[in-house]
């Protein structure tokens, strides 16, 4: 399996709290992905990283930033979440053409 | 975007072939064919991908139409840990920096 972890795996959290999730791989993989998995939806592409501080938005980035200041780490800022935020959230990780995914992080927003 | 069409769901025995089919009538030339699956309570995992020829790996078969507005992903003798969500995704180019798009995806039964 690809080393690649999230955490927290699960948080419960109210509306307007900032939230970060974090993202560590030990692959040294240059692409790295933040999806959110709503039921009814498959996966949606919130940003993705193609290095060390090059970042760019997905289909659903609203709401969301990110930051990549190491090659292992990928965190997915929520600055004041919201309820529409819950979800279940993966980390991707690729080099070439396989993406390789996380365990995911469920998110609670109250 | 080109999109893919799949069966919301299928269902197959064990030990028994299944054949998992995709349309994609507006593929572009660049277009790579990938699949990936998800486990029940699981990121997704990646199948197989592929262009133009049919593929063959340890976890499936990828078989393209000639004209590559379809394609079917096989496997060959399911097991009851093949149950998952299988989604046909295209993908311009073999990889890169650009997310995947997923569809709904078909949902695969096993039954023992």
């Known amino acids: 399996d690809a080393g690649i972890t999230q955490s927290p795996r699960h948080k419960v959290t109210e509306t307007g709290t900032p939230v970060t999730l974090r993202c560590h791989q030990t692959?040294?993989?240059?692409?790295m992905y933040w999806y959110r998995q709503d039921p009814g939806h498959g996966l949606r592409l919130i940003h993705y990283?193609?290095?060390?501080?090059?970042?760019d938005k997905g289909e659903v980035s609203d709401g969301y930033s990110v930051s990549r200041s190491k090659t292992e780490d990928f965190l997915l800022t929520l600055e004041s979440a919201t309820s529409s935020q819950t979800s279940v959230y993966f980390c991707a990780i690729s080099e070439r053409t396989e993406q390789f995914f996380g365990p995911g992080t469920r998110l609670t927003v109250l | 975007d080109a999109k893919t069409t799949q069966p919301n769901s299928m269902e197959s025995n064990e030990e028994e072939p299944v054949h998992l089919p995709c349309n994609h009538s507006t593929i572009s030339g660049t277009d790579y064919i990938h699949w990936y699956r998800q486990l029940p309570s699981q990121g997704p995992e990646y199948v197989i991908h592929g262009l133009t020829s049919n593929v063959n790996n340890r976890m499936a078969s990828l078989a393209i139409a000639e004209d590559r507005k379809s394609s079917t992903l096989i496997l060959h003798r399911a097991t009851l840990r093949d149950a998952a969500v299988y989604y046909c995704i295209l993908r311009y180019s073999g990889g890169g920096a650009d997310g995947l798009t997923f569809g709904k995806g078909t949902h695969l039964i096993i039954q023992p």
């Open positions: 990283s193609y290095g060390v501080k090059d970042t």
């Open positions: 692959e040294n993989h240059r692409y």
